[in-house]
């Protein structure tokens, strides 16, 4: 019986090992050299730069879900900047959507350790969720990150009242 699969050659197990291997340098090379998907799409900075301030003017109108939809597609586009990350976190948290901020916070905080901000955004989202604990260590990782540093003098203080808060429950919990 002659069929169509039996007529097809055996491809050459070598040059597919050669192919592969070609093509996951390529992807290895992708990867370590930062390269995004506004890259492959052909969209510059000052684009992504101009949906951030679109975005921005979404949230300061109130119209937190339209900024989410804008800063979901901004951050697949340029996973690595912080500031879509914690932009998207701020159009979450404004929704009520806790978990998925704090999980755009901590997207931004792989970026960006150093940014207190972070910290006692994501304080502000264990307060409304009730939990305690988590909002007070939070807050007290605001306050390590702010330092000794007079222009993080408003955070420190913010973090001090939810942490204050936050021992406050725990103590009458």
Request: contains cysteine; negative net charge; aromatic residues 6%.
């Amino acid at each position: 019986m002659n069929t169509a699969a039996s007529t097809v050659a055996e491809p050459d197990t070598e040059s597919v090992a050669e192919t592969i291997m070609a093509r996951m340098m390529v992807v290895k090379s992708i990867l370590e050299d930062g390269y995004t998907r506004a890259d492959f799409a052909g969209i510059s900075d000052q684009e992504i730069e101009a949906g951030y301030a679109k975005a921005y003017q979404l949230i300061d109108a109130g119209q937190a879900a339209k900024a989410e939809e804008l800063l979901v597609v901004l951050c697949q586009l340029d996973h690595y900047q912080s500031r879509l990350w914690m932009a998207l976190g701020v159009a979450r948290q404004m929704q009520r959507n806790y978990q998925k901020a704090c999980e755009a916070y901590a997207v931004a905080g792989m970026h960006d350790t150093s940014n207190p901000h972070l910290p006692i955004r994501v304080a502000e989202c264990f307060m409304a969720q009730r939990r305690w604990q988590d909002a007070a260590d939070a807050a007290e990782g605001c306050q390590l990150m702010c330092g000794d540093n007079p222009e993080h003098e408003p955070l420190r203080k913010r973090a001090e009242t939810i942490l204050v808060s936050a021992r406050r429950k725990l103590g009458s919990t």
